[in-house]
């Protein structure tokens, strides 16, 4: 039986980052995914937005790593060699009565430190982005907002913390945890392993996670969110725009993707099937976007899909508005609903984590460690992907750094993301998978 300083139960994008910044120090670190790829949780259907931090408690965790996390975002997808783009972002609102609420919003964002962040009229807003529905009541501009690729981000921190010495194990599903030795055994469908500290970071099981070992504290419930994808052709705003929820209609989200593309991510609702769509869902969106955006081109929707969000709260009932990480045994740490701002505090959270894990083992920092991941590189070849321009040596490469599927490949890549949506590119992409499994590649 194997033995680990620490093990990391998930892989999203929150494990992939404790995953890497555990290897910071001198801790031997085993990354447990079920599933047959990471990032194929909460991280796969994200709004890909990094947050400016306006939003949270003033001297809340979630309100400090937040601020932080967006301040750092840049250098971190440098080092990894992830696009980043800082657009900025407006909270709109065309009721006169909401006005006081951005106005709290501006106050939060300043005890916070966010910076540049100003109240606009509604000539400055409308001026600042043509596409806007007339009769702006106000906006909240906060120029620090961007945007990142969720998939891209995680898998490039999995591969950093790979490279560095931490070991990676898909297909591995945590059946129980126990008290082992002075540390814990934590056993999979297939094997089971030995460790000094254990990091939950399960996403949508976190809570199922710890109570294999110790009595439910925070529980989730899961709420779904439906998202629209335009072309890259689209006419899309420049900044991500916030529609202020009101009495007279429902709030959505505008996102100017890093790859070009046009998101738009609707309210939340009770979820009925994890990472579904519905029929009244997406007309309530197509609805609501054309309200905002009165020139959008619908047409120009190329695909939806769901998302499923978890929602802490205690045994109790009360809801937890800020980050929580549990920590009911010494060496055994559970991040449990960590949601949106998730993505901007990720790396945050994962170096908050691996600080923790050093100061308990008293381990030294890795003076080998290197931050920098170099990205898949675009090389002069067969084009299989037509839309997006993706060779069979680039395909190749993602195959060869741990993608076992279409999806996969995608998810690495962007293939099968542009207009046709894989239809000409999907059969040549799982040839080259089917080739590789079988050694032949």
């Known amino acids: 039986m194997r033995q680990f300083d620490a093990i990391v139960i998930g892989g999203g994008i929150l494990g992939c980052m404790t995953a890497r910044n555990l290897r910071r120090w001198n801790i031997s670190t085993l990354l447990l995914e079920k599933e047959e790829d990471i990032c194929t949780g909460i991280t796969r259907a994200n709004s890909a937005i990094v947050y400016a931090g306006y939003d949270n408690k003033p001297g809340s965790l979630k309100a400090e790593l937040t601020v932080r996390g967006n301040a750092n975002m840049a250098k971190l997808c440098d080092e990894l060699e992830v696009p980043f783009s800082r657009c900025g972002s407006l909270l709109v609102t065309y009721d006169p009565n909401s006005v006081e609420k ?51 981000l995680g898998i490039a921190a999995c591969e950093n ?13 945590v059946r129980n945890i126990r008290v082992y030795e002075g540390g814990y055994l934590v056993e999979t469908q297939k094997e089971a392993f030995r460790s000094t500290m254990v990091f939950n970071c399960a996403g949508l099981f976190a809570d199922k996670v710890q109570e294999l070992l110790f009595a439910p504290s925070v529980q989730l419930e899961l709420d779904a969110a439906e998202y629209l994808v335009f072309d890259r052709t689209a006419e899309k705003p420049d900044r991500v725009i916030f ?21 738009i991510s609707g309210v ?32 120009k929707v190329i695909r939806s899909f769901g998302a499923v969000r978890p929602n802490p709260h205690r045994a109790s009932g009360e809801s937890l508005n800020d980050y929580c990480i549990e920590n009911p045994a010494p060496g055994f740490f559970s991040l449990i609903g960590i949601k949106t701002p998730g993505l901007t505090c990720a790396n945050e959270l994962g170096l908050l984590l691996a600080k923790k894990a050093a100061e308990y083992m008293g381990a030294e920092e890795n003076k080998e460690f ?18 997006e321009k993706i060779t069979k040596a680039e395909i190749i490469e993602a195959i060869r750094r741990g993608a076992a599927t279409f999806d996969g490949v995608k998810r690495r ?26 050694g032949t590649l």
């Open 102 to 152: 951005l106005q709290r919003k501006l106050h939060n964002g300043i005890r916070n430190g966010v910076p540049g962040i100003c109240l606009l009229s509604r000539e400055e807003a409308e001026a600042m982005e043509p596409m806007l529905k007339k009769g702006v009541a106000a906006a909240l501009y906060a120029p620090s907002t961007g945007t990142v690729n969720p998939w891209q």
């Open 268 to 299: 939340r609702k009770p979820m009925d099937i994890p990472f579904a769509t519905s029929v009244e869902g997406l007309q309530e969106l197509h609805a609501a976007t054309k309200e905002l955006l009165p020139n959008v081109e619908l047409n």
């Open 161 to 173: 913390a790979e490279a560095n010495g931490a070991e990676i194990l898909r297909n591995r599903e």
């Open 243 to 263: 529609h202020q929820a009101q009495s007279c209609g429902k709030g959505i989200t505008a996102i100017p993707c890093t790859e070009g593309n046009l998101l």
């Open 370 to 387: 290197n931050p920098k991941r170099k990205a898949i590189s675009a090389v002069d070849n067969e084009i299989i992907c037509q839309c």
């Open 413 to 438: 890549l962007g293939s099968g993301m542009g207009r046709c949506q894989g239809s000409r590119c999907t059969y040549e992409i799982e040839k080259l998978l089917e080739e590789y499994r079988n």
